[in-house]
């Protein structure tokens, strides 16, 4: 053991290894809590969600065996996303473990250098966030050259635009599948099948060991098929429940079920359709506005780089739509523009009627848009105005 030059402290690994022995391990069973893994506080208080080993192994293993055959399973997976979020954790770091797959580790994520690392070790799969598949595909000479060898990508953590898969799929020539999942379900429940019957605009099927039904918010009884209600779950993989929160917990698990506070349809196939966050719904004169849906159309301006939307306090309407939109680089867009854009493809009332144009849009660690720091401090709209002047 010697110090270095700024007070640190180095072991010598063989002076670690002829030491005396470490004490015995501590044994712990399938129900014991693993990690406390805290929920991303997008729509509120960060909860500390206890997820036992169970839960984890269950997880992975459920993702296992989503890929398919042998060759994917021993496949090499770039990862960029951090495993401190439990995204990266489950099918990050554990799928790589139980699949005995090599990980490619990048510290983070500047979309040239993860060009670079897909054109130089050839990946075989990549999970990453929309944001990430996003920059991907804007950016200049990305082609299928780099990530030719991809046989699929996954997508979580956030919602994926059909434009943002296109885009992707287009340019890298790579499979892509978006998958659905919430920190309390260690995360993932669902996904589009990896080889199959891929639905974009879904998020697929339930994992293996995994139920899900549509049931009422109001009175927790399952709906029919078809229906828009809240997404509930229940399998190997749901929490234990949230540390020292039991009246959250009791709010959300009843009888085994998770109650997700997303609201979603589910086919006759079992095909799950995530329509928004309950908390999220705007209910503008009455209406109810789902932001997703008008993210959607924004998305599909070639113009629009990133779109974000949320409900604001109005005077005349109780709530009223606001889009955030980064413009790409060289448009001169205009909000009065994008309003008429929204007008050809959505109802009156789910038409913007506030526009602001930015160079960013707030994001966490893991690249998902904070709506939540969107919607802060938002002022009453008077009912005189029709739109933000853009901001620059």
């Not at 020292?244 to 709010?251: G, I, Q, Y």
């Not at 719904?281 to 506005?289: L, P």
Request: charged share 20%; net charge negative; hydrophobic share 40%.
């Amino acid at each position: 053991m010697h110090r270095t030059p700024r007070g640190g402290v180095v072991h010598r690994f063989d002076d670690l290894l002829s030491g005396p022995e470490a004490p015995e391990a501590a044994s712990s069973a399938p129900d014991d809590v693993a990690v406390l893994q805290y929920t991303g506080g997008t729509t509120g208080i960060a909860k500390a969600a206890m997820l036992s080993h169970r839960n984890l192994i269950a997880n992975a293993t459920q993702a296992y065996y989503w890929q398919g055959t042998d060759r994917e399973r021993e496949a090499s997976m770039l990862l960029v996303v951090p495993f401190f979020h439990v995204y990266g954790l489950s099918i990050g770091m554990n799928l790589s473990i139980a699949s005995g797959a090599t990980m490619l580790l990048a510290p983070r994520f500047i979309p040239k250098e993860i060009a670079h690392l897909a054109q130089k070790y050839r990946p075989q799969m990549f999970p990453g966030v929309p944001t990430m598949y996003l920059a991907l595909s804007d950016l200049a000479g990305f082609s299928q050259k780099q990530f030719g060898s991809l046989r699929v990508s996954i997508s979580g953590a956030a919602p994926l635009p059909e434009e943002v898969e296109r885009r992707f799929r287009a340019v890298s020539g790579a499979q892509i599948v978006e998958g659905y999942g919430l920190t309390e379900a260690s995360p993932v429940s669902h996904c589009n099948p990896v080889y199959g019957d891929n639905r974009p605009g879904t998020v697929g099927v339930p994992f293996p060991g995994t139920d899900a039904r549509i049931t009422d918010p109001l009175t927790w009884q399952p709906l029919p098929i078809g229906t828009v209600g809240e997404v509930t779950v229940r399998g190997p993989q749901v929490m234990l429940g949230y540390w020292n929160r039991p009246e959250e917990t009791e709010r959300v698990l009843r009888d085994g079920w998770l109650h997700t506070g997303d609201l979603g349809t589910i086919d006759a196939d079992g095909y799950l359709t995530v329509v928004d966050r309950i908390k999220d719904v705007i209910i503008a004169s009455g209406f109810n506005v789902y932001p997703r849906e008008v993210e959607e159309v924004l998305y599909s301006h070639p113009e629009i780089q990133e779109a974000a939307v949320i409900g604001v306090p109005s005077e005349y309407r109780g709530e009223t739509v606001k889009a955030f939109v980064v413009p790409k680089d060289g448009s001169n867009l205009t909000g009065e523009a994008i309003i008429a854009f929204c007008s050809e493809q959505l109802a009156p009332f789910k038409v913007p009627k506030l526009i602001e144009l930015r160079d960013q849009l707030p994001k966490s660690l893991i690249g998902k848009v904070l709506h939540r720091e969107l919607r802060d401090d938002q002022p009453i709209v008077e009912k005189s105005e029709e739109f933000a002047q853009p901001v620059a």
